[in-house]
């Protein structure tokens, strides 16, 4: 039974904060289709379209028939743990420092026999699940997990580093009047965030929501933050950028129009400032400070999430500026990404169909509610993933952007 | 020969008896704008990049990018800004006569009223007794409303908002024509965001002070400060926009000329 996670202590502010090292990169191109579905959150393997042979680790041609047909799918993830050992040595600077560390081999029910690392409840001779996670140096690993869930399984350390568990972890949200900022605080809090900095761009706004839930938990702290504004950001950056562990980036400027059918280009540019520089704002004032923390003690700083729209993928003519600005954002976040792997800080993206807010009020069902778009925000940071996608419309989107973007391109001009 | 007449007013300046007084808010990005309801184009509010500060972006020099909107800050209102002025000639900033930008001020002290009631409107009533005070308003002079607005907490208590909108003093829709009919002023100045009051949408005209100053080729200041160290006559203000083709207004330094005796 895994030990509940204890909340950390108060940081001791003479010791040498523990810099952040990575589990080694030995991967090939070909294995990068486990990183794929890792960061996705699916369970992928190759799969021979000759014999159906499923393959690992991944290869060029089926081990059993040599065909080069070989395709990611779904693949069963049952098996048998038929072997464990516990590492108590390794020369690798990562995994000395999290020690013990448990591997096993798990015989999969669709096949392969693979080696995994073992959750502390898979017992030996046991069913267990297998899951692919990213590892903090991005790449997908095989955990093994009990079959069934088992009490506080995420605080064991060893799937903790491989998410980036809200629990016991302070959360900036960067605009927290927002209706979908508060549900995401609200969510933080509900799964055991220790503080929730609530970013708030217009104090002169009264907004009774925000009043009471800002009043209805000691853990919600409101700071002043304007994210087109680069001396907020370096101020609030200077006062608690020690203090944040996940950064969720909520800011979001949203106004319908094309293009032909304005005569300036304000509102894109208001959208530019709020969308894609103030993510940039925001990752040079906090990403620094969270690349250091990114190996402090189990509160470490894991995790910056950034809100986009399933139209950074496809433009939505109605709202071609609005779009530009989550692809212009997508594409920054792509080397935030780069940027912060170093450390090990993961970037979460989430592309969201449309929410039900103020600005959506025009747009017929579905929505997704902001409670529901939280939810899955916090489930994504404890799965680890690295790109999420929210609601019938965006995984609708996606799966036909993969089959004909040209026809996705169309339609939506429609 | 007596002295020449600038160099009198120099020696007065430099021997104190004549001080300068700035009425000038400083640029910073959390100076409030005026707030728009969200679907109109809104102003934008100061910003600031740096360029470089005598480091690896520019070795031995400090600057900075900046952007805001004509009406950031504290602000100069061209008659061009509304849509009663817009046929009035030299009517944006950079073709308004340059004589136009020194002229006496006015200022009348409502802050008592405005301490008790934040939508106090200015009335001809109100303007009448202060003359009674003070003195005729002379022609061709700026009326400066002290409110002691610019002495709130920035930016809740100074825009004031409420459910229904900003709460913040300002003239009433009868004053303003007969500042100009019977005084023929220069123009209107405020400590708050505006030169009308916060809910001066409801008034007859709405926005009566834009209305009727700009619609006579007639000229508006806001966000001044420092009108409490105005004496209630005989300031020069020192107001000159900056020069932008057909600008509506223009954030700008104002100066007061104020007597020490
Ligand atoms: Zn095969």
Same mark, same amino acid.
């Given at each position: ?264 280009? @304000? ?38 999430? @950034? ?41 979460? @993206? ?65 | ?261």
């Amino acid at each position: 039974m895994t030990e509940p996670l204890v909340k950390p202590k108060k940081k001791n502010p003479v010791l040498r904060t523990r810099l952040a090292t990575l589990p080694p990169v030995p991967r090939s191109r070909t294995a990068l289709g486990l990183t794929r579905a890792a960061a996705e959150g699916v369970f992928e393997m190759q799969v021979c379209a000759d014999c159906g042979t499923v393959q690992y680790p991944p290869r060029e041609v089926c081990g059993s028939c040599l065909s080069e047909h070989l395709a990611w799918k779904p693949v069963d993830n049952r098996g048998e743990l038929i072997a464990t050992t516990t590492l108590r040595h390794s020369n690798d600077l990562y995994f000395r420092e999290r020690l013990p560390w448990r591997v096993g081999t798990v015989k999969m029910a669709a096949g392969p026999s693979v080696v995994a690392h073992v959750h502390e409840d898979c017992a030996e001779g046991g069913s267990v699940r297998l899951t692919l996670k990213l590892d903090r140096s991005g790449q997908a690993v095989l955990h093994a997990l009990p079959e069934k869930d088992t009490p506080n399984m995420n605080d064991a350390p060893q799937l903790r580093e491989s998410t980036c568990d809200p629990k016991f972890r302070r959360v900036l949200v960067t605009d927290g009047k927002s209706a979908t900022g508060m549900a995401v605080a609200k969510a933080m809090l509900e799964a055991g965030a220790n503080a929730v900095f609530l970013g708030d761009a217009s104090t002169w706004k009264t907004v009774p929501a925000f009043d009471k839930l800002v009043a209805s938990d000691p853990r919600l702290q409101v700071v002043e933050l304007d994210v087109t504004d680069t001396d907020s950001v370096d101020r609030l950056a200077a006062s608690i950028g020690g203090k944040v562990e996940i950064l969720v980036n909520t800011a979001d400027y949203l106004r319908d129009g094309g293009i032909l059918n304005r005569k300036d280009v @304000n509102l894109a540019r208001d959208a530019m400032e709020v969308n894609v520089l103030g993510l940039m704002r925001l990752a040079q004032a906090f990403g620094p400070g969270m690349c250091f923390r990114a190996a402090d003690g189990s509160n470490n700083a894991v995790a910056w999430v @950034n809100i986009l729209s399933i139209h950074a993928h496809a433009a939505l003519p109605a709202r071609g500026a609005w779009s530009a600005s989550k692809a212009a954002a997508l594409s920054l976040s792509h080397t935030l990404r780069a940027e912060l792997r170093g450390a090990g800080v993961r970037v979460m @993206n989430v592309f969201p169909g449309p929410v039900d807010e103020e600005w959506e009020q025009l747009t017929p069902p579905p929505k997704i509610a902001p409670s529901g778009l939280a939810k899955a925000i916090v489930k994504g940071l404890q799965d680890g993933v690295e790109d999420l996608y929210v609601g019938d419309i965006a995984e609708e989107l996606r799966t036909r952007l993969r089959e004909n973007h040209k026809a996705v391109e169309r339609e939506l001009g429609q | 020969m007596s002295t020449p007449i600038l160099a009198q007013f120099m020696a007065e300046l430099l021997s104190g008896r004549v001080k300068l007084v700035d009425l000038t808010q400083t640029l910073t990005p959390e100076f409030p704008i005026i707030q728009l309801p969200p679907e109109f184009g809104q102003a934008w509010p100061f910003r600031i990049e740096e360029i470089s500060r005598y480091d690896e972006r520019g070795p031995a020099w400090y600057w900075n990018n900046f952007s805001m909107s004509e009406h950031t800050g504290t602000h100069f209102d061209a008659p061009i800004h509304w849509i009663s002025g817009k046929d009035q000639p030299d009517n944006a900033v950079d073709s308004i006569p340059v004589e136009n930008f020194i002229a006496s001020a006015c200022v009348i002290d409502v802050s008592a009223e405005c301490a008790e009631n934040p939508d106090f409107l200015l009335t001809v009533e109100y303007v009448k007794a202060w003359e009674e005070k003070h003195g005729r308003i002379p022609e061709r002079a700026w009326v400066l409303m002290r409110t002691d607005w610019s002495k709130r907490a920035m930016p809740k208590e100074y825009l004031n908002m409420a459910e229904d909108g900003a709460h913040s003093p300002g003239p009433d829709a009868e004053v303003v024509p007969w500042l100009i009919q019977e005084r023929n002023v220069h123009g209107f100045g405020t400590e708050s965001v505006g030169t009308d009051a916060g809910q001066a949408h409801h008034l007859n005209p709405p926005y009566p002070c834009h209305y009727f100053m700009h619609g006579n080729n007639r000229y508006g200041l806001q966000c001044l400060t420092n009108l409490d160290l105005l004496p209630p006559q005989g300031a020069v203000i020192f107001a000159a926009p900056l020069k932008i083709r057909n600008g509506s207004g223009s954030p700008l330094r104002v100066l007061a000329l104020t007597p020490t005796v």
